[in-house]
Structure formats: C-alpha cells, structure tokens
C-alpha cells in the first residue's frame, strides 16, 4: 500500500453554488487551493480529478422520486411545476435553491467522494482528500443545509457494497451530520459519530445524546452536542475521549470524516467559539486513529465553513498538511506564530472583506473572554459522560 495521500479536485467542483449572497461559497476551494500552493504543499502529481455518479450509485441512498425532482429542476427551461415539485423534496428553498445543471454538477461532487474511496479502499493510496464533498444534510428523500445529494453516504455505502468493509464516519461540522446519521441508523457495519453545537440552539435541530442507532444498529450513532461558545480546550477534549472511546469499540477498517470548519469563533452561522487550534489537532487525531486502527485508510471530505476568508483556507490546509506528511506542520507546532505566505495575502487581501489573519494560528488569549466558560465546559463534560455510557 501506498503511504502518499491524494487530493480530489478540479474546477468544475466550483459550479456548485447557489448563486447571489447564498453563504455557501466555493471560491472558499480556490483560496485554499492557492494557500496550498504557495508553500508548495499541493502539487499536479498529488491531484485526482472527481467523476461523476451514475444513478445506480445515487440509488443506493436516494429515493427514485427525489431524484427525479432534482433532474426536472436542473433544467435552464424547468417549468413552475417543475420548481413547486422539487420544494416538496427540500430543493428550491431558500437554504437549497435550484441552480442550472443542479442534477449533473452534484451527481459530479458525490463521484469526487466515490473516487477518493475507491483510491483508497483499492490500496492505490493511504489517504484521500475531498474538500468539495461534505454535504452531510442531504436525506434519502430530500435536500436540506445547502446539501443537494448526500456525497459522504454514497460513498460510505459503495465501501459496504465492494469491499463489506466497518466504516467510522466522524464529522466535526459544527452542525449536526443529520443525513448520514440517517442513512446508516440501522446499520451495524457504519458507526456515525458527530461533535457539533447542540440541537437546541442550532440548525438542524437534531444530534442529541439519546440518539443512538436503532434495531440491529442500535449502539452504532454516537452524537456529542457541545454548549454554545464553547473554547478550543474542551471541544479537544470531548473529541479525542469521543474518538478513543468509539475507535476502540467499534474498530472500523477504514474512517471517513467531515470536516466542516464553522466551529471557529468568527464563523457567521454559529455561536461555538474555537479558534484554530481545533483544526490543528483534530486531524492529527483522526490521522493517528486510522494509522493505529485501519491501517491508515482515511478518507476525508470538506463540509461548511462560512467565513471563508479568515477561516476555512487555513483549516482546510492544515487538514491536507497532516494528510500529507508536509514538514511546515511540524514547524506550526514548534512556532504558532507562524507567518502565512506573504503573497498569498496580497492578493487576496484587496478582495477580502475583512482584514486577512497574518498568521496560521490564532491567539484567543487576545479574544475577549467567554463568560460562563466553567459552567460550559462541566456541562460538555456532562454531555459527554452520558454519549459515551453505552459505548
């Protein structure tokens, strides 16, 4: 087996969007593609180009009529009826509008994720990169979250399909992993855990400890739901009990993550409070979890992650430096006042809306202080001893 980790990407994966002020914003994909770039950390030899999903693949998870209303409403001609019918399946809302192609540029993003599993499930590479999948809200029936079809899902289930492999999926998205939770709830062979904002304060309302499986996979859905702002160093806390905890019940062959990065304080669409250290060790973590337990199978995707200036080019790059085995990681850890390229800055600087960080890392000691920070952490504490007492 390979020891070289892959990276799923090219520029059609831009095409999914929503279009006017719609918060989910790829060109987040080309700001860490550059940063990448600019510390010579991608390469053209390290890149895979996505595919697309056949309808076969998409049926594995998705009901024929969702479908089908996702293709009517692709149509630059679809009609009214066309648009009414596909609000009944959660599209053409204002969270999921209806985009041209809609059905063709997703069914493109879910094969990018069949693709890094098939690389690899297929022993060609260890790890595998998809910053474009993620879209973790999607159910069997409908759209949801800005979420068109479920890429993680399918990708999980073509896995069961070809190799009857146990699959970890993680996602620490800071909302909910509703669909994939969903997809697998009475599945045995796929154990879904999620760290995420509580439910009952944040879309989709759902990720609550006594969530657990159900029938045969009863046991096998595992949902931390972390206090509103809570800091870097009880979020670390719960996710590496959490994944210690669950990697040695379950033992999967391989781990797929969702790697959202809205937990982070300046992210628009939350109230959690972290700075960059999560996205530092977090998949240090998950990278030594899948070394120690799979074998180093580690198939990772993108997710949310709404401020896409300050935030996502940095977390999303330190995700593929540990994936990649790249030496300036090893120096982030040494010096967390590291510089972020300066070229890269000055060309992005004049587009962004707010000042760029100058560094890799933040420094929340410089952030004003969150009240209640003892309350919260004893009560993530709390969560937590109840989400892990049958595991």
Known sequence: MSTSAIYIYHQHLLDYRFGGEHPFNQQRLVLTNELLADVCALDAGQIVEPRS??????????????????????????????????????INTD????????????????????RAASEVMSG????????????????PDRGAGFCVYNDASVAIASIRRQYDARVLYIDTDVHHGDGVQLSFYTDPNVMTCSIHESGKFLFPGTGYVHE?????GFGYALN???????????????????????????????????????AHAYDPLSHVHCS????????QLIRAAADTWCEGRWIALGGGGYDIWRVVPRAWSLLWLTMSDHPL????????????????????QSHSPVPLPLTWLDDPVTWEAMPRRTEITAKNKEILQLALQYT
Request: glycine share 6%; hydrophobic share 35%; charged share 20%.
């Open 95 to 114: 969270d999921t509008p209806c985009f041209n192609h809609m059905h063709e540029i997703t069914s493109y993003v879910v094969g990018g994720s069949l």
């Open 224 to 262: 931390m739901p972390v206090e509103p702002y809570t800091e870097d160093a009880s979020w670390i806390e719960c996710f590496e009990t959490m994944l210690d905890k669950v990697i040695r019940y379950f033992r999967p062959d391989v781990i797929v993550s969702q790697h959202g990065c809205d």
């Open 276 to 283: 960059m250290d999560i996205y530092l060790h977090m998949p």
């Open 329 to 348: 990681l090893t120096e982030l850890q040494h010096n967390c006042s590291l510089l972020l390229p300066e070229q890269w800055l000055n060309k992005w």
């Open 53 to 90: 999903a056949s309808m076969e693949e998409l049926l594995t998870i998705h009901e024929p009529r969702f479908i089908e209303a996702v293709q009517a409403a692709s149509a630059p001609n679809r009609s009214k009826d066309d648009l009414n019918r596909a609000a009944q399946y959660g």
């Open 212 to 216: 657990r499986g159900n029938a045969e």
């Open 124 to 139: 060609r590479t260890r790890r595998a990169l998809h910053l474009g999948g993620g879209l973790h809200h999607a159910m």
